[in-house]
């Protein structure tokens, strides 16, 4: 019995995970946290795509309030799941990246109008980045394609700030 359960949970969670966590500063006010696990195997590759990632979750602000949350764990097959990151830079890779489109579609596509009613999403394409709520565009929330985000090791608040580790 315990062998079971020894080898369910080896099953269930990969063999150590780099945790990532990041903060978009979008245009008037509008600001998104995320949070990220890869699995260590995936770290050597040149672009960590959604199928390398087993932990993701974003959330959206407006002048700091919370505007909603979306993550891999709820998402539906309708979802948009779209990432693209560079391991190497820490960085997620713009939405103007030659040949891509689109560089990150989460729970939002290029149209950013697609999160459907009562979700949110975000959008990194060739025109901008910008946040889908309740199923619309939200051009205001919208910076140039190519506006690079915080990726850090520590977790970070609504206002792009690291904070600081406890103990």
Known sequence: MIRGLLVGLTLSNPAHAADFWFC????NDYTMTGEMAIPDAALSKPV???????HFKITGYHAGQFLGTWDIATRTPDDTWV???????RSFMP????????TQGWNADGTAADCGAGEFGFN???YAQDFCIDGVWIEESGVPPNTLFLVSTVPVDPLCRIMAPLG
């Open 48 to 54: 960590i795509t959604a199928t390398d990632v087993t």
């Open 124 to 126: 990194s394409g060739n």
């Open 83 to 89: 990432l693209n990151f560079d391991p190497a830079t």
């Open 95 to 102: 939405g103007d990246a030659p040949g891509y489109g689109y």
């Open 24 to 27: 978009w500063i979008g245009a």
